[in-house]
């Protein structure tokens, strides 16, 4: 670990309403894949730990769920679990789509917001599909409602704009040794995310027939003599009806399902990879506080 006297490291969260391109970002500025991204709205569940390098300073990103109006008790669980990932960060990182503008959900984020200690910037996001005028009197707009330290405006999807946001908060991070080795670009275990590129390729996929408490466990990986590695995923998902939509025709919808996430998972692991997937019927899993720890998530408690 080449480190010097003047090395930085902190941690930054990015925060946003769902579908603001959070895991884009994130996934952008760290260079590789570890965040889920799909159509599919509330698709991260947990924090998601991404790590970059910005000169002597080590970012430590937390790619939080988005925050909406929960309405059942994995919501619940996923709007605490971003609140609570922001309150422990050095830099609180606002991703608004400049789509969208400043609609309710970004609205309710702001007042919660201003109560936060940390500095606070704003990251106006899919700027490539959006007039500057119009960016310029978003990014307005929003700082008269609560003044930001730093405004960005970024493409996640091009990588517009990225490099400069990351530098910025490079620049900005408190003074300390690196909390991990250079080259290390998440904390999650590969098991993880292994678990999360499946789940995403599921919501590809499926993500019209399938309600979104459909979950992915890596349930064994083996590493063979040879080099490969044997891996088994369960794929949970809440009636009978669902496992069949998962499987499809023949099996043609899991096998397609399996193939695309070997693929990036051999690319993630740097291994060839065999990959059995396996549907099973579990019908009240999102009030199982055991599947939360799983998935990083503090169970919430019914209020009386």
């Known amino acids: 670990m080449n480190q010097t006297s003047n090395t930085r490291c902190g941690f930054v969260a990015l925060i946003g309403a769902p579908n603001a391109g959070k895991s884009t970002l994130m996934n952008a500025i760290v260079g590789a894949k570890l965040s889920i991204v799909t159509h599919k709205v509330q698709t991260t569940r947990a924090i998601v730990r991404g790590i970059a390098m910005a000169g002597d300073a080590q970012i430590i990103f937390v790619d939080t769920p988005g925050i909406f109006q929960p309405k059942r008790r994995l919501d619940r669980a996923m709007v605490t679990t971003a609140w609570s990932g922001a309150a422990d960060a050095d830099a609180v990182c606002l991703l608004v789509d400049a789509q969208r503008g400043l609609d309710e959900g970004n609205e309710a984020i ?3 917001l201003s109560a936060t200690k940390q500095k606070r910037i704003l990251i106006l996001n899919k700027i490539d599909a959006v007039k500057r005028e119009k960016l310029l009197e978003l990014a307005q707009a929003v700082n008269a409602r609560l003044p930001f330290d ?3 405006m970024v493409s996640a999807l091009t990588g517009s704009g990225v490099e400069d946001l990351t530098n910025h908060l ?3 991070m408190p003074a300390g040794p690196w909390l991990y080795p250079e080259d290390q670009i998440s ?3 590969l098991r993880s995310l292994a678990a999360e590129i499946t789940r995403e390729k599921l919501f590809l996929r499926l993500h019209d027939e399938l309600p979104y408490e459909s979950t992915v466990e890596t349930t064994a990986w083996t590493s063979m003599k040879d080099g490969s590695a044997r891996i088994e995923q369960t794929i949970y998902v809440t009636r ?5 939509i998962v499987i499809g025709k023949g099996g043609e919808t899991i096998k397609a399902i399996s193939m695309a996430a070997r693929k990036e998972i051999m690319a993630m692991a740097e291994a060839p990879v065999h990959l059995f997937l396996f549907v099973k019927v579990r019908e009240n ?5 055991e599947r939360y720890r799983e998935m990083g998530l503090e169970f919430p408690v019914e209020k009386p």
Do not use: Q, R, Y
């Open 150 to 152: 730093e405004t960005f």
């Open 285 to 289: 899993w999102s009030d199982d506080p």
């Open 240 to 244: 009978e009806g669902h496992k069949k």
């Open 110 to 112: 702001l007042e919660k």
């Open 187 to 189: 904390d999650a275990p």
């Open 170 to 172: 490079g620049s900005i």
